[in-house]
């Protein structure tokens, strides 16, 4: 497993409104990173269950892509307004893209695809060591499992 310095990725990232400071200070608490980690798993599993449409190879729909983006891969998400979430992992890529909107990530709107542009590839998880990645794991394993991802498993389970 491989990590990256959050400066580093910081450094990459070349959105006009992007605010290092902003970047900094929400990115120094390790709390948040951990949480955000397991909550992305749920979304993961979340879009899974219900996400039917997408392909996993990026030239399917974009064949001169930027950016060789794979699933699987760790991006950093940077919306319109310059804010930047980091360590999400790529699910797939929509085979009816609108307004350029391409690629599934494990975040809170799974459903929902960005845009190749908004992205930054990681070289690894930012912020987080292998310490970090076992106690994701566990609490992923012990934590409330939201409510959609219970339906799409007790779906799975009566089938």
């Known amino acids: 497993m491989k990590f990256q310095s ?4 910081a450094s990459q ?3 006009p409104k992007f605010s290092a400071e902003i970047f900094f200070n929400k990115m120094s608490d390790k709390d948040y990173l951990i949480q955000d980690q397991v909550s992305n798993k ?5 879009f899974h269950g219900t996400v039917k449409s997408f ?3 990026l030239a399917d729909v974009v064949p001169d892509s930027p950016i060789d983006l794979k699933v699987g891969d760790l991006v950093t998400y940077t919306n319109e307004a310059g804010l930047s979430w ?3 992992k790529i699910l797939g890529f ?6 350029k909107r391409v690629v599934y990530l494990d975040f809170s709107s799974y459903w929902f695809a960005v845009e190749i542009e908004s992205l930054t590839l990681q070289e690894g998880y930012v912020g987080l060591n292998a310490d970090d990645m076992a106690l994701i794991e566990e609490k ?3 934590s409330f499992v ?3 991802v219970q339906m799409i498993r007790n779906k799975k389970d009566a089938a």
């Open 6 to 9: 959050i400066e580093s990725i």
């Open 13 to 15: 990232i070349k959105h």
């Open 42 to 46: 749920f979304h993961e599993e979340a």
């Open 55 to 57: 392909t996993t190879t």
């Open 86 to 88: 980091v360590n999400h």
């Open 94 to 99: 929509d085979t009816t893209p609108s307004y």
């Open 140 to 142: 992923y394993q012990n």
């Open 146 to 148: 939201p409510f959609d």
